[in-house]
């Protein structure tokens, strides 16, 4: 079954806000096996908005619409409704009282245009809004169901989960669709897909594969549809047991897990403990561990050493050894994981120093080169990196490497 999502407002087409709506709503119909065929965004001209419901209802069986509901007057989806549904507007009490009831919370006396937020489609059927003044609008034309619903992001969701969706069950009759999500972190995407080309070529034809690359890794995202979820869910467990097997290191975790969560779960389970050292990363190490409530089990702090004076005066590195290095160099940062290791009392200790850029490159250390080295109790690991020429990119890109070499030693 397919759908589409329009959102209504000049404000979006603009630019001056961002519309979230249609993601989550997307997210939520495919777990409905709900396909999303197209999400359009128009303008609060009534003739667009007509034209559009219009064009949606030849296309699909479902539109769902948010936006233009509000009691201003640049809010006008109720009388295009009616227009386009030959209908009128008439009182419906039940509103009004949750009105009422809304804005005497907040102290405020109902006026007109409050008032007229409790006129509805005479046809319509009202799905109760307990968020917010405006409710929701559920009209048929043909074989097509609109569902209207306020724009306001944390009104629409309330009304999605607790009396849209629900109703759209009754409605229609859909098959489940599955998602899981693996997450793999240190090899190249195309490297990735000639590892893995064998199992991906032998999935199930009601199983497909996507790759969604990004600084922070690869999500490898399954789907599955047209079965029993049960059946669907052992048949996606297996799959991912084999790809388990392909590429074992590479995988760092499931659907939301981190490199940050993955390794601060392993440093809570062997009771170990983490500090960080960072130049060219400038702190978004520390930033992501400590994004994780609960890290302060395992971390315990950070020196940002973007200057070689915190170097050599906070870390303690000889002033020697940065002159014959440089400080981007395996000399270098290996001696700031060792003395942050130190300084801080842990069991191991993670350091960067690199050229983030898009200036600061030469011929032998070009823009992207960055060391990491983590220290441990016995050992120190160091490894240099390549990571390319956009300084945001770089700077995250360094920043999980260093912590999935981390992950890497944890799991030895």
């Given at each position: 079954m397919e759908t589409e999502i329009v959102t209504i407002g000049d404000e979006i087409l603009i630019g001056q806000i961002v519309d979230t709506n249609s993601a989550w709503m997307a997210q939520k119909l495919n777990e409905e096996g709900i396909h999303v065929r197209q999400i359009i965004s128009i303008s609060d001209d009534p003739d667009h908005i007509e034209e559009t419901l219009n064009e949606t209802g030849k296309r699909v069986p479902l539109v769902l619409i948010t936006g233009g509901l509000g009691p201003t007057r640049d809010d006008r989806t109720k009388t295009v409704i009616c227009k386009f549904f030959n209908t009128k507007l008439v009182e419906d009490p039940v509103v009004l009282q949750n009105v009422t009831r809304l804005l005497g919370k907040r102290g405020i006396t109902i006026n007109q245009l409050n008032r007229e937020q409790a006129l509805v489609p005479e046809s319509a059927m009202v799905l109760p809004n307990e968020m917010g003044t405006a409710p929701c609008l559920w009209?048929?034309?043909?074989?097509?169901?609109?569902i209207f619903m306020p724009g306001v992001p944390f009104e629409m969701k309330n009304l999605m989960e607790k009396e849209v969706l629900p109703a759209?069950?009754?409605e229609f009759k859909t098959l489940p669709i599955l998602h899981r999500t693996i997450q793999v972190f240190g090899i190249a995407e195309s490297i990735l897909a000639e590892k893995i080309k064998q199992w991906e070529v032998s999935l199930p034809d009601f199983i497909s594969l996507a790759y969604l690359p990004a600084p922070e890794g690869i999500r490898l995202r399954l789907s599955a549809s047209g079965k029993g979820r049960d059946y669907l869910e052992n048949i996606v467990n297996s799959e991912i047991k084999e790809l388990s097997k392909i590429i074992p290191d590479y995988i760092i975790g499931f659907e939301d897990?981190?490199?940050?969560i993955v390794t601060g779960k392993l440093l809570r389970e062997k009771g170990l403990t983490v500090a960080t050292a960072e130049s060219c990363t400038g702190g978004l190490i520390a930033h992501s561990i400590t994004s994780i409530s609960g890290s302060s089990d395992y971390y315990k702090g950070s020196v940002v050493a973007y200057s070689n004076e915190i170097k050599t005066n906070i870390l303690g590195i000889d002033k020697r050894t940065i002159?014959?290095?440089g400080a981007v160099s395996k000399e270098v940062v290996e001696a700031m994981a060792i003395n942050s290791r130190k300084l801080f009392g842990t069991n191991y200790a993670l350091a960067t120093s690199g050229i983030a850029g898009p200036t600061g490159g030469t011929a032998t250390k070009p823009v992207g080169m960055v060391w990491i080295a983590v220290a441990g109790p016995d050992k120190?690991?160091?490894?240099?990196y390549n990571f390319g020429n956009n300084r945001e990119r770089n700077i995250i890109r360094a920043s999980q490497t260093a912590l999935n070499m981390l992950r890497l030693i944890l799991l030895e």
């Open positions: 009209l048929k034309k043909g074989e097509t169901v609109y759209i069950r009754n897990d981190s490199i940050s002159d014959e290095n120190i690991v160091s490894k240099v």
